[in-house]
């Protein structure tokens, strides 16, 4: 492989790891909505224009937090094991790293072969780190989903809607 090819491979895989970071923040927000703000906050809704006023303002909230304070938030939850804790200690570490330092840390194996054949494998490892934690947390969060009604065919139906208002907003794809 060429030294151009081999570059914009590490790039590729530094914004996978980081778009894996941010599918984990999701999975966390969602596990939120369930064992948080729907317990918290189902009786006091009369009606849906209320309902969706006081989730836009949650999403709104807890979504423009940090990852560090979403894993807080999810801690005080209350349902994680040490062994989810500890994973998303190592997640929150590894995005942390790639968002703030990681290409000043790497910035002399960039320049080699070696050293960005490493780099891929590095980010390789930190991309499963995420996927790992976001599947762990999602087992958890999908049969409480379940319990309140959130169905497969829902859920279905919202990628569904999701897929048909991206492709409404960008003709081009």
Not at 78 to 93: F, M, R, S, W
Not at 110 to 115: Q, R, V
Request: glycine share 4%; net charge negative; aromatic share 10%.
């Amino acid at each position: 492989m060429d030294d151009e090819s081999q570059t914009r491979d590490v790039y590729a895989h530094f914004g996978l790891a980081m778009y894996l970071a941010q599918c984990l923040e999701q999975s966390i927000f969602i596990h939120l909505m369930f064992f948080d703000f729907i317990p918290r906050n189902v009786k006091e809704f009369k009606d849906q224009q209320h309902w969706q006023q006081e989730f836009d303002r949650y999403e709104s909230t807890e979504l423009g937090k940090t990852m560090g304070k979403l894993v807080q938030r999810f801690k005080d939850a209350g349902q994680p094991t040490e062994e989810i804790k500890t994973v998303l200690a190592n997640a929150l570490t590894e995005r942390n790293r790639l968002a703030h330092k990681y290409f000043s840390e790497k910035s002399v194996a960039f320049t080699n072969h070696s050293g960005r054949n490493e780099m891929i494998s590095e980010l390789e490892s930190i991309q499963k780190v995420f996927r790992n934690a976001a599947v762990m947390i999602d087992t958890i969060t999908m049969p409480v989903a379940r319990r309140y009604g959130f169905s497969e065919e829902m859920e279905k139906r919202a990628r569904q809607e999701m897929m048909e208002s991206y492709d409404k907003d960008c003709p081009a794809n």
